[in-house]
């Protein structure tokens, strides 16, 4: 890449920030007079140039124009990156070719152009005066020129300033909304694992005391083995919730990307469940292999597989399916059951934390934390999750990954 266009770029980007060409800046209009006043000329103009246009932002004497930048008088400036006054523009080489100066555009004669600067050292335009007529260059107006010109490099630096605070404002209140919202979410969450943690620690607790008392009395039996296992059943739903909870806070953070094959992956799944698979119909499609986190989309394989097992129907046998397809440059893994099925009413909560639908599902172990996890995985992964609402005996939960 050349020097010009390494500066033609920088140019470009400080126009862009300033908004320079497509937001007018009416401050401007009482420099140029100003600037017309302390020079004693009847024309005056602030000049900002892009990639091939001069664009005329604001003028004193005459109307707005747009020209190429060739064709521009203070394209001069703007490659010498300096002052530049001359009392006749005729008899400058520079400068007498210039449509503003042979008369197709105009006939300027006496032209004073200063540069436009910014603390970056990027020259994007110029503050200019000008007259029809010859006069002597005056170097004290070029002085109160090039004072001019700083200040109108102040008033895009103000606005880029008050552009961006009112941003940074916006983000600001967005985040701090965001924050609400997510405190109110930890409140809830917290306060749901305080009481589904409670619950069998109650139990816990109730059968470990009255085995207690029976051991002390010796009246031992069948009850105290009964209180012993249902202190054993409390104790493991305890430490399945906390595996959960402690899941739910790991996945979907920080991502390993690499190349995944789903199909490899499935095996290892299947594996995994082993017992827990017997009796199930399952008829596995061929899986793409999709670039993520290896071991988090093995999470979300195994909790939709063992969801589809787990609330199978009491009255048939379950049948499951695993399937993928390509959608609109994504993956769509989708995984089919003839089980209970999902209410259309509760499709959209299933992937908050810690929600059990209905009487229906207690006797079904879970925390009722799968599906977030679920959820926040394939959202760190640029994905979405849902449920197949054109299924109505059983369930389809589908999710997709970019491709």
């Not at 555009?105 to 005066?129: I, K, Q």
């Not at 880029?160 to 909304?177: F, K, P, T, Y």
């Not at 989708?334 to 006797?363: C, H, K, M, W, Y």
């Not at 996890?373 to 389809?396: E, F, M, N, Q, S």
Request: charged share 25%; glycine share 8%.
């Amino acid at each position: 890449m050349s020097v010009v266009d390494t500066v033609d770029q920088r140019r470009a980007t400080a126009v862009a920030a300033y908004a320079a060409v497509t937001r007018p800046v009416r401050e401007l209009d009482d420099v140029v007079e100003l600037a017309a006043q302390l020079a004693g000329t009847p024309h005056a103009a602030v000049n900002v140039f892009t990639a091939d246009r001069q664009h005329q932002v604001a003028t004193y004497g005459f109307t707005e124009t747009a020209c190429r930048r060739e064709d521009a008088m203070c394209s001069v400036v703007l490659e010498e990156r300096r002052p530049i006054a001359v009392p006749d523009a005729r008899l400058d080489p520079r400068l007498w070719d210039k449509l503003a100066v042979t008369g197709e555009r105009g006939a300027v004669r006496y032209w004073a152009s200063v540069p436009l600067e910014n603390a970056d050292g990027v020259v994007f335009g110029t503050l200019c005066v000008f007259d029809e007529q010859p006069r002597e260059v005056d170097p004290g107006v070029l002085r109160a020129l090039g004072t001019l010109a700083a200040r109108v490099v102040d008033v895009y630096e103000l606005r880029l300033r008050s552009r961006e605070l009112a941003l940074s404002l916006l983000e600001q209140q967005a985040l701090q909304a965001d924050l609400e919202r997510s405190n109110e979410r930890l409140d809830g969450f917290a306060g749901q694992v305080s009481h589904d943690l409670k619950t069998p620690l109650t139990t816990l607790s109730l059968s470990l005391t009255l085995a207690r008392e029976q051991l002390r009395s010796g009246e031992l039996g069948v009850d105290t083995l009964h209180l012993i296992d249902r202190a054993i059943a409390g104790s493991q739903r305890m430490s399945l919730l906390i595996d959960d909870v402690l899941d739910y806070a790991r996945l979907g953070g920080t991502l390993r990307a690499t190349d995944v094959d789903l199909d490899f992956v499935m095996g290892e799944v299947l594996d995994d469940l082993g017992p827990y698979l017997d009796g199930v119909d399952l008829h596995l499609g061929r899986l793409p292999t999709v670039n993520g986190d290896r071991s988090q989309l093995r999470a979300v394989l195994q909790n939709l597989l063992a969801n589809a097992v787990k609330y199978a129907r009491p009255d048939r046998a379950p049948v499951v399916s695993v399937s993928a397809r390509h959608v609109q440059r994504a993956w769509r893994i989708e995984v089919t059951d003839n089980g209970r099925g999902i209410a259309p009413s509760d499709r959209a909560r299933i992937f908050e934390p810690l929600t059990r639908l209905d009487e229906a599902e207690a006797s079904v172990e879970g925390s009722g934390i799968g599906l977030a996890t679920c959820r926040r995985i394939i959202g760190a992964h640029g994905g979405r999750i849902g449920i197949d609402p054109t299924v109505t005996d059983g369930t389809r939960v589908w999710f997709e990954l970019p491709d």
